[in-house]
């Protein structure tokens, strides 16, 4: 089956710049979201990518998509003690209705 | 603009029960998707719902089941409750249409804990 996968841990300084990342198996991948998860909380959409682009910036937010090694990134500027959280990778394929998603990436910024 | 709102926030079950949980769908979305979260996952794709009919799902018995209403709200139906039935369920609509799929949006979710 089609696996989306991250790394579980990442701690950072605040102030400093934070890169989670993510890979997936399925080339038909289309849509590639990232979303973000605080205690207690659903999911929050930060941002998407399609698959026929390369880069999407919005504000402190910069998401790198290689199609061809099915790796996904995103980077947070400046990262704040507020970005702590769990990040979650997910994909969707053409317009099926069922996202995948990573198992999300625990993201403790640091004073 | 209403978000999506889920209820309820909490509820406690006993093997063999039946629960429902809602869902309304953020103003101006059609579809709604359901997804079951367990501790320490990522969410997964249980169904979803366009125009009041299943239109998708994924890897969940038939004791899992759904109904969406005119107004896009919807509900999610579990009968016979395992232990393993115990996560957070987590609601999300859209706007879904043949040619293109909007981003879906999340509620806060119902975490239900199985006795």
């Known amino acids: 089956g089609e696996d989306v996968e991250q790394s579980l841990f990442l701690s950072v300084r605040e102030g400093d710049s934070s890169v989670i990342n993510c890979t997936y198996t399925?080339?038909?991948?289309?849509?590639l979201y990232w979303y973000k998860q605080e205690p207690g909380a659903g999911l929050q959409l930060l941002t998407y990518i399609f698959s026929n682009m390369d880069m999407k910036q919005d504000q402190r937010l910069t998401v790198l998509l290689n199609k061809k090694d099915k790796h996904l990134s995103l980077r947070i500027a400046d990262t704040q003690t507020g970005d702590s959280a769990i990040y979650f990778c997910?994909?969707?394929?053409?317009?099926?209705?069922?996202?995948?998603f990573g198992a999300g990436t625990r993201l403790t910024v640091k004073p | 603009e209403t978000g999506v709102t889920q209820s309820p926030t909490h509820l406690i079950k006993t093997r063999g029960q039946q629960v429902t949980l809602r869902c309304s769908s953020q103003s101006g979305h059609n579809t709604v998707s359901w997804y079951q979260q367990a501790l320490g996952q990522g969410p997964q794709f249980i169904f979803q719902?366009?125009?009041?009919?299943?239109?998708g799902r994924g890897n969940f018995p038939p004791r899992f089941s759904g109904l969406q209403f005119p107004n896009y709200s919807s509900e999610l139906n579990v009968n016979a409750l395992e232990l393993d039935d115990s996560a957070l369920y987590l609601c999300a609509s859209s706007l879904w249409s043949p040619k293109a799929n909007q981003p879906q949006h999340f509620g806060d979710g119902t975490r239900l804990s199985i006795l």
């Open positions: 719902y366009y125009r009041e009919e299943e239109n």
């Open positions: 997910a994909e969707t394929q053409g317009n099926n209705n069922d996202m995948r």
């Open positions: 399925d080339s038909s991948s289309t849509y």
